[in-house]
T-cell receptor
Framework: AQKITQTQPGMFVQEKEAVTLDCTYD???????LFWYKQPSSGEMIFLIY??????QNATEGRYSLNFQKARKSANLVISASQLGDSAMYFC??????????????FGKGTLLTVNP | KAGVTQTPRYLIKTRGQQVTLSCSPI?????VSWYQQTPGQGLQFLFE???????NKGNFPGRFSGRQFSNSRSEMNVSTLELGDSALYLC???????????????FGQGTRLTVV
């Protein structure tokens, strides 16, 4: 069964600095997708970035980039130039895609990021 | 475009009662899935609906059920509520088809259910 591990329950970063949130995954599937979501205290999950298992380039979306190391099965999120509004829970998630059209995300336990002024 | 809308936002129920939660997906999205989020278990997949058919189901007891209507709106029902059902229930919708095989899911703000 697929599994997502986020080893950092909490992280602190100074405003304007970069921070890396770790994510490792376990799957026997060759085709899968990796996602990062942000969850502020309001509860809504906000999509940040996506990486497909066959994508050759690391994904980037504005201040977010994904450091994808397939052989190590890691998909770390890098946030550059942290802002106070980045304080939230961050979840790494995976979807195995070779099973067809079924859509099920498996989430890690999350990392609580606090940005200090 | 309006986002995913979940109603109600907050709910307090008594053990043994049943509850129905509603989710209106983003217009044009036909896939709707539900997740339960608790401090102990984290985010867990409940089920996914597409074109009124349940395509996938998580490891939850039969007390948890759902359905999807022809306009893609979805409801989930929990019967005989237990204290452990207290959680944030999140609904997500996603577009289907298109060039990229995989697409992100767009989540609502959730319904926070408290069972007393």
């Amino acid at each position: 069964a697929q599994k997502i591990t986020q080893t950092q329950p909490g992280m602190f970063v100074q405003e304007k600095e970069a921070v890396t949130l770790d994510c490792t995954y376990d799957t026997s599937d060759q085709s899968y997708g990796l996602f990062w979501y942000k969850q502020p205290s309001s509860g809504e999950m906000i999509f940040l970035i996506y990486q497909g298992s066959y994508d050759e380039q690391n994904a980037t979306e504005g201040r977010y980039s994904l450091n994808f190391q397939k052989a190590r099965k890691s998909a770390n999120l890098v946030i550059s130039a942290s802002q106070l509004g980045d304080s939230a829970m961050y979840f790494c998630a995976m979807r195995e895609t070779s099973g067809g059209s079924n859509y099920k995300l498996t989430f890690g336990k999350g990392t609580l990021l606090t940005v200090n002024p | 475009k309006a986002g995913v809308t979940q109603t109600p936002r907050y709910l307090i129920k008594t053990r043994g009662q049943q509850v129905t939660l509603s989710c209106s997906p983003i217009s044009g999205h036909r896939s709707v899935s539900w997740y339960q989020q608790t401090p102990g278990q984290g985010l867990q997949f409940l089920f996914e609906y597409f074109s009124e058919t349940q395509r996938n189901k998580g490891n939850f007891p039969g007390r948890f059920s759902g359905r999807q209507f022809s306009n893609s709106r979805s409801e989930m029902n929990v019967s005989t509520l237990e204290l452990g059902d207290s959680a944030l229930y999140l609904c997500a919708s996603r577009p289907t088809g298109g060039r990229r095989r995989d697409t992100e899911a767009f989540f609502g703000q959730g319904t926070r259910l408290t069972v007393v």
